[in-house]
Structure formats: structure tokens, C-alpha cells
């Protein structure tokens, strides 16, 4: 059995696992909901409840994985916070790659700091032994030691990174194509989405896809948009080489109310 490293920040717990390919798993565990359970009370048999997985794969990559109760796998999550979009639930792994970017975010082991502080009577009152003790040590490491490890698998991604090509700092492009898309779209967006130029949408549109008004006024919101994309496509795409199917294009109209 491989022994992980656990870090307890930030109402978190964070666990790690060197697997034997060299890759490594990082399991972050919640509990900010935990009114008894708590790593603070079971250092070494806490188990949480809502879970993250961040893992390294085979080409050097960050992984990122949210699982429900029942193992899963969903694409939103209430556990992480979406400081990038300002909204929850987070969306995984858009959420995780905008934030790990350049790799992981190192943190400090707060039951560690608690544990053997010199004037802290925990390991008093917790009821350990010093085998428990010892391995309360080798599971919880050292801040230096904690340091090398986030700066360690931070320079495996790091380097696999430098041999796709990609920038080692800056926004992740697949967090920040994910949020501009689903921004609210200009006349200019919806017109580049509907093979269209600009002037020629905003000619068109009146007549043929009143639905469209929010791009005369303002912007208009991505759902909003994608609902009444088929019929937009369908009745501006005249002058098109490349047309919708007539069939689809009834039935898109039709939704929408007819001509």
C-alpha cells in the first residue's frame, strides 16, 4: 500500500499517492459540511465527502475529475470555486484548468502546524500512541518537504507543457476559450458563427430572424442564442454555398413559430 501525503488547508484535505508509473494523484476532500468528522478529529482514518481528483496522465498533463456520492463522474460541482467565471456550480475541468495553469498551488499543512507546534497539547488529547504519532508525521509532511513535492509534479507539468509548445504562465487557452464562449455575443460573434458578415446580419436580421433583437440593442445571452441557432442559420444562410438541411430547417422554424 502506497502511503499518502495529506495536507489539511483551507477546510480541505488534500492527499496525495505516488503511483509506480511515476505519475502521482492529488484527492481533495471537503469538509466544510463535516460537523463531527473531521481530519482535525480522525487524522489518520478521516475519510470526506465531496472529492476531487487531480492526477497526472501518461504525456505529463494535468487531469482534473469530480465524482458524485455514487463515483460518477459529473461535469458541475458545488466543492470548487469558480473564481474565473464568478459562478457556481463550477464546471469541471474548465474551472480547474483556469486555476492550474501553470501548474499546482502550493498550500500549508494546517493540521500539521496544529499537531506539533511546541505549545500545542493535541497530540495530548488526541489519544495517539507514538506509532500513530510516526505516522501521523510520514502522512502530514514537513512544510519544506510539502513544498518539494507541489514543486515537483509542478515541473512535470511544466515541462510537458514546454514540449507541446504551450506557455508555462499566462490563462490555460482551454479555460479561456470555454469562458469566452459563453459569454454574451456582439452582432460581430453571432455573425462570425453564422458564416455571415457583420453588415450583412445586421441587414438581415429584422426581416428574416426577428429573434435575434438582442444583437441590435446590445449582446445576446449564449443560451438564448443557441436555441434559435438552426433557424437563424437556416433562414440568413441564403446566400450560401453550404445550406442546412431543408427538413431540419422546417422543423427549427416551425419551433420557433413559423416565418
Not at 474551472?95 to 500545542?120: E, N
Not at 452582432?187 to 444583437?215: N, V
Not at 442546412?244 to 422546417?250: L, S, T
Request: charge should be negative; include cysteine.
Amino acid at each position: 500500500m502506497i502511503s499518502p501525503s495529506r495536507i489539511s488547508h483551507a477546510h480541505r484535505l488534500l492527499e496525495r499517492r505516488a503511483l509506480p508509473s511515476g505519475r502521482v494523484v492529488w484527492q481533495i476532500f471537503d469538509y466544510l459540511r463535516e460537523k463531527v468528522n473531521s481530519p482535525f478529529l480522525e487524522p489518520l482514518g478521516y475519510v470526506g465527502s465531496g472529492t476531487e481528483y487531480v492526477f497526472s496522465l501518461s504525456n505529463g498533463l494535468f487531469a482534473f475529475v469530480t465524482p458524485n456520492p455514487n463515483d460518477a463522474f459529473v461535469t458541475e460541482t458545488p466543492v470548487p470555486l469558480d473564481t474565473l467565471e464568478y459562478s457556481l456550480p463550477a464546471r469541471t475541468p474548465v474551472a480547474c484548468w483556469g486555476c492550474h495553469a501553470s501548474g499546482l498551488i502550493a498550500a500549508q499543512d494546517d493540521l500539521r502546524g496544529l499537531a506539533f507546534r511546541d505549545d500545542s497539547d493535541y497530540l495530548r488529547s488526541s489519544g495517539l500512541d507514538a506509532e500513530d504519532v510516526a505516522l501521523l508525521e510520514q502522512i502530514y509532511p514537513e512544510p519544506a518537504a510539502l513544498l518539494e513535492l507541489f514543486a515537483s509534479d509542478t515541473a512535470v507539468y511544466q515541462r510537458a507543457l514546454t514540449e507541446l509548445g504551450l506557455p508555462t504562465i499566462g490563462p490555460d487557452p482551454v479555460a479561456a476559450a470555454s469562458l469566452r464562449f459563453g459569454a454574451p455575443l456582439t452582432m460581430r460573434d453571432a455573425a462570425a458563427e453564422l458564416g455571415l458578415h457583420p453588415e450583412a446580419l445586421a441587414t438581415d436580421w429584422p426581416r428574416h430572424a426577428p429573434w435575434l433583437a438582442p444583437l441590435g440593442r446590445d449582446a445576446m445571452d449564449r443560451d438564448a442564442f443557441t436555441a434559435v441557432y438552426s433557424a437563424s442559420l437556416c433562414v440568413l444562410s441564403g446566400s450560401l454555398a453550404n445550406r442546412p438541411d431543408a427538413a431540419a430547417c422546417a422543423r427549427a422554424i416551425d419551433a420557433l413559430g413559423g416565418p
